[in-house]
T-cell receptor, first 110, second 112 residues
Framework: GQQLNQSPQSMFIQEGEDVSMNCTSS?????WLWYKQEPGEGPVLLIA???AGELTSNGRLTAQFGITRKDSFLNISASIPSDVGIYFC??????????WGAGTKLIIKP | KAGVTQTPRYLIKTRGQQVTLSCSPI?????VSWYQQTPGQGLQFLFE???????NKGNFPGRFSGRQFSNSRSEMNVSTLELGDSALYLC???????????FGPGTRLLVL
């Protein structure tokens, strides 16, 4: 079936560093979504992308919809402790069903 | 507006038992989707209901079933529980199929 390959699996970063993660697929998608999940909670939508090449920001977060429609990246600038969590990419297939990456776990080094 | 609520938040069952989980969507949302999340895994789609009808179904055995009521509240049921069913079960609501999904906090199920 369709799969999203998300990398890296985890990241250990210092507070203040910039973070970059990405998601790729062998299939073309018309929507890319980025969610964040904190412990004990459900995922929360951060950014939604609907057009190839689209670059969208939400505060310190920036995401882009790849021009080939097979990839997307999420950048976080100047990370802070509350950025810790698991970031998921997701896309919508032709049945309007969400397909998910396995997540990138962000850990801030003390 | 109140968010998506799920009950119970935590549940412990033993193998062979059955369980029913409940989800109340955001007011005005008519679509409810259910997902299973296991440690280190992304979310695995179970099914979606819209206006009391199952619209989509994932690749899960028939032990997993669901339904939606006229007020859009949804329940999912797992019969003959197995150890591998231990997971976080997430419910998401949206205005309609294909619209932005908003998640509840999940029900954490432990099967012993």
């Amino acid at each position: 079936g369709q799969q999203l390959n998300q990398s890296p699996q985890s990241m250990f970063i210092q507070e203040g560093e910039d973070v970059s993660m990405n998601c790729t697929s062998s299939s073309i998608f018309n929507t890319w979504l980025w969610y964040k999940q904190e412990p004990g909670e459900g995922p929360v939508l951060l950014i939604a992308l609907y057009k190839a090449g689209e670059l969208t920001s939400n505060g310190r977060l920036t995401a882009q919809f790849g021009i080939t429609r097979k990839d997307s990246f999420l950048n976080i600038s100047a990370s802070i402790p509350s950025d810790v969590g698991i970031y998921f990419c997701a896309s919508m297939d032709s049945n309007y069903q969400l397909i998910w990456g396995a997540g990138t776990k962000l850990i801030i080094k003390p | 507006k109140a968010g998506v609520t799920q009950t119970p938040r935590y549940l412990i069952k033993t193998r062979g038992q059955q369980v029913t989980l409940s989800c109340s969507p955001i007011s005005g949302h008519r679509s409810v989707s259910w997902y299973q999340q296991t440690p280190g895994q992304g979310l695995q789609f179970l099914f979606e209901y819209f206006s009391e009808t199952q619209r989509n179904k994932g690749n899960f055995p028939g032990r997993f079933s669901g339904r939606q009521f006229s007020n859009s509240r949804s329940e999912m049921n797992v019969s003959t529980l197995e150890l591998g069913d231990s997971a976080l079960y997430l419910c998401a609501s949206s205005v309609g199929t294909g619209e932005t999904q908003y998640f509840g906090p999940g029900t954490r199920l432990l099967v012993l």
